[in-house]
DNA sequence: AATATACTTGAGTGATCACTCAAGAAAGAC
DNA sequence: GTCTTTCTTGAGTGATCACTCAAGTATATT
């Protein structure tokens, strides 16, 4: 009995996703977002709620996609190859949106006013970074690093060195295709 | 024959920059300003002209004041030790604004607008990024680091380590000083 | 004391913010 | 075709944004 809604609510959420992870929270009005996604105000609330909500839902496909990627990454070359090509391929894509991690950015931006985007953004890290701790396992267990290490400590300086490219891609001038080589090296040596 | 005006100027522009460091550029209103510094709106944009004006004199401090320290902090115990002991430092006072490098924060928020700012911070990063560069050649003259490394390239990734410990450091419950051990460690196998 | 020269005050500017809601339009059920 | 249910429209909400400016006040010079 209900009329259908004519837009592709998923593709709404890529574009969305895109639109935040460029500009930002506060830097994404809605004006920005009726713009981007061809809705009317009302439409937009309706189908979303709000701003934060779909904010939120952004930073959810933004995640679930990085680790779906990763895992791919990992079943066609390995866990160690996987974790050493990776930051290379989080910066190499010229059309992305941004350089920079969206939840680095979002838990910058937010995590000051205690803002519950922050402590989503903070959540998402920590998915990711379980993700490399398993990598890391899967490749100590293949005998291709030295068992001794921690895969957790290992996974969070990975995390954190990776954050760092990501925030040096975004400068001008600075060759962040040889700041990944250096990641991948150093993974090399372990 | 003039009046003096009733306010210290740098005392001013240090309070700017901590609230502009811990919320950003559009996470501070000029009402949170006006508050902060006891200036009533007219006060404000004789003193300073504008937002985006004081933003950028508090930058600038920020830049010169960590520029100074470690200097202090190399002329006290060596470049190698300085750049040992940076990142620690960098992350340890409770008190701080943020974890984060306001540089870094305010060219994540900004960059994606062509924001006059996140172009200063970018120089401003630049300018950090080769006072670590003269560090890494200082202790290369002393022989403490193997000299067929580039200071240029040390200091690129040093920047980058440091840059991704600050954001991690924003994460609840991550153990930031032992990544910055990590980053010490990094330094001593060069 | 008079004057000139700032600095301080705070109500007020138009613009934009996220968001609302009543009215109209479309599509499946009967 | 009619009804019911949902989606779409877009003008409009109060709040807040960065910023202005005319009037009042304080101080150094004469």
Redesign the interface.
Known sequence: MPRKPNFDRNDLIERARDLFW???W??TSLKDLEAELQMKPGSFYAAFGSKDALFGLAMQKYVNDGLEHLRELADKCGPINALKQWPAKAIESDNAP?K?CML??T???????NHPLA?QA?LH??KMEEQFADLFQQAQSAGEIDKTHDPL?LA??Y???????R??A??????AQ??AQ?IADGISRL
């Open positions: 460029k500009r930002g506060s830097g941004a920079a680095s950015k838990l910058l931006e937010l995590n000051a006013h402590e903070s890290l920590l400590v969070r300086k995390q954190s060195d990776l954050l760092g490219l925030v040096s975004e400068r001008d001038g600075i060759n040889a700041i250096e």
